[in-house]
Every structure is written in C-alpha cells, then in structure tokens.
C-alpha cells in the first residue's frame, strides 16, 4: 500500500521535499496556509538570498531532474575588477551599497591565504562570531570578507558564526576573486513577472508545483491547518472541517508556526522561544546548523532554512537542502 505523506508549508524547503517524497514513490499532499506559494520568497528581495552560489548543490539537482527551468538564470560575478588589474570590489545593484562596498588590490594568493585563515580559525572556534576571526586577518581584506560574507549570508560577522558560514567561506576561497559567480534571474524575466518576489515565486514555487500536480499531488493555498495530532502509528491532521490521517506530517514551516501544531509542551516552548537576528534586512530565525533531519516525534518531521544542513549554502540552497535531506530521512524512517 502506498504511503501518504502530509508536508505542511510550500515554500522553498517544503516543495523540494514534496517533489522527491513523490519520486521516491510517495503519496503526497501540500498545504499551504496563504493564499500563495512560495513562503518567503515573497519576503525576499533582489540582493537578498534570491541570488546563491553557482555551486549549490540541491538546486543544481532540481534544475538537472527539469524540475526547475534553467533558461532564465543569468550568472553573475561576485567580486569585479576595478581600477585596473588586481582590484577588486563587490558589485551590488544597489546604489547605496556600491560606495560602501571596498575596493581591494586582491591577489589570488592573498585571497587563498586569507580564506585559510580564516577557516582554520572557524574549525576551532566553530559556534564563535566570525568577526573575532576577521579581525585576525588584514584590516582591508578582512572588511572585504566582512561585506562578502553578508552579501551571500545577509548575516553580519558579529552573529554570524562559521558553522553557518563554512560552506561559503570554503566556496569563495577555492573558486578565488576571478572565477566566483553567483546565479540569479534574468532582468527580463524579473521585468515581465513584475518584480523579484513574484518572479522568484513563478520560477521556483509555482513552476514546482504545477510538477508536482502533474505528478497526482495535491498542492492546496489557503488551506490552514488547525491541529495535528497523533493518530495510531500515524498523523491525523485536520483543516476547517476535513481531516486527512496519514503515515507521516512534515513541517516546512518556521519555527514559531510549528509550535503552534506541536502536542509536545516542551518542544512546542523550545520553538516557540527560538531566536531572531536580522538577516536580508529581516528579523528571521537564526539557522540552527544540522547534521541530520530533525524528527522530533515519531513520523513527525522540522525542516525549513532555519535547519541548515552542514555545509550548505544560506538562503535558497539552504532550504531546498533541508526538505532534500528530510525528505531521504522520511524514506529510509518508513522503509525500515
């Protein structure tokens, strides 16, 4: 008999989840409490994790299954020669960021060196803001890694720690000043769409979804879960009126929203409490870097960017990584 599995929340985390539950041969259901897809790609904005890097793994993966359209993505540089050859500065869109952003004469060796600083000092002192390890470094080359490590983590190295920021120091470091490239949408697509947010949610969200249905799923917006309760050895979760039982519920939710469906007290509390920090110009949860999915109740899964698998990009590899992972994690849990 098939299983049927409930995720709950279609963003990012819970669509990818979805989409490789059902390849794995799952019965899958989506419910989405606002009236769109997407989550908080309507929240996100064009210098924000919109943009990640060229070598994101499980959207490279989404993108090589055709789950996702490649046509519209433009690769950017990340740092860009200024001033003449060996200057480098960190190009932004945004007018008010250029003036602010600096302009280094940056060899590759430099840079190599600076980034192996810097990691040797996160390896030990893994949980430790990264600007104790900045300050280490040159003062001009450390304030370069200061404004690269937000732009691509829209965290600033006062909180950001390098349990967080591993993956990306370890990117820009191998793939050097001249060969770092981040992958964004086209102008012309934003342009027809009307915007960042709507045209990063037709491309990613709705495009999944339209899959997704293709596939027998049912994907259904402004459908608000009320409860979700243990049910046997499975779930039964109840919207308005209807009810579904199911083999088991992931919450692609963020951490405050999941408490509220949680049963368990102290888990519910612990969520509930979970921290803020600004990140994108946002007060977002602080990513909590993991190892393995998260099951806190038995059949009952967390994911969401706010559970960022090791070694992963922040933003949207960091999501669509952690419903990548749960997703394996439900399988080999129901397989057993």
């Known amino acids: ?72 993505l433009r690769r950017a540089a990340v740092f860009a020669e200024e001033g003449g050859k060996g200057n480098c500065a960190i190009p932004s869109r945004r007018e008010e960021a250029k003036s602010a952003s600096p302009v280094v004469p940056l060899s590759a060796w430099a840079w190599w060196r600076s980034g192996w600083q810097l990691a040797r000092w996160g390896r030990r002192h893994p949980q430790a803001a990264l600007a104790e390890g900045i300050v280490r470094l040159d003062p001009t080359i450390g304030r370069f890694w200061e404004t690269m490590l937000w732009r691509i983590s829209g965290e600033t190295s006062a909180s950001l720690t390098f349990a967080r920021a591993e993956a990306i120091i370890r990117w820009l470091r191998w793939h050097g000043v001249r060969s770092a490239q981040l992958m964004r949408l086209s102008s012309a697509f934003i342009a027809k769409m009307g915007g960042i947010a709507p045209a990063i949610a037709e491309w990613f969200a709705v495009a999944l979804a339209r899959r997704l249905g293709r596939r027998g799923v049912a994907v259904q917006v402004a459908a608000k879960v ?35 469906l949680i049963a368990a007290e102290l888990l519910a509390e612990h969520l509930a409490a979970w921290p803020l920090t600004e990140r994108w110009g946002r007060k977002l949860p602080v990513p909590a870097s993991i190892h393995q999915a998260v099951m806190p109740q038995r059949h009952l899964w967390l994911c969401g960017e706010w559970l960022l698998p090791a070694g992963s990009f922040p933003g949207m590899e960091g999501a669509a990584a ?15």
Do not use: F
């Open 1 to 72: 008999m098939q299983r049927h599995i409930a995720v709950i929340g279609a963003g990012v985390a819970g669509l990818t989840c979805a989409w490789r539950l059902v390849r794995l041969g799952y019965r899958v259901t989506v419910w989405e409490a606002a009236p769109r897809l997407g989550g908080l790609l309507w929240q996100w904005h064009e210098d924000g994790p919109c943009a990640w890097p060229s070598g994101a793994t499980t959207l490279g993966r989404l993108l090589r299954a055709g789950a996702l359209e490649g046509a519209v």
């Open 226 to 260: 009320d409860t979700v309760l243990g049910y046997g050895s499975g779930w039964k979760v109840r919207t308005g009126a209807t009810s579904a039982e199911l083999d088991a519920v992931v919450l692609a939710i963020p951490p405050q929203a999941a408490a509220k």
């Open 322 to 336: 952690s419903g990548w992972l749960t997703a394996a994690a439900v399988h080999r849990n129901l397989t057993r």
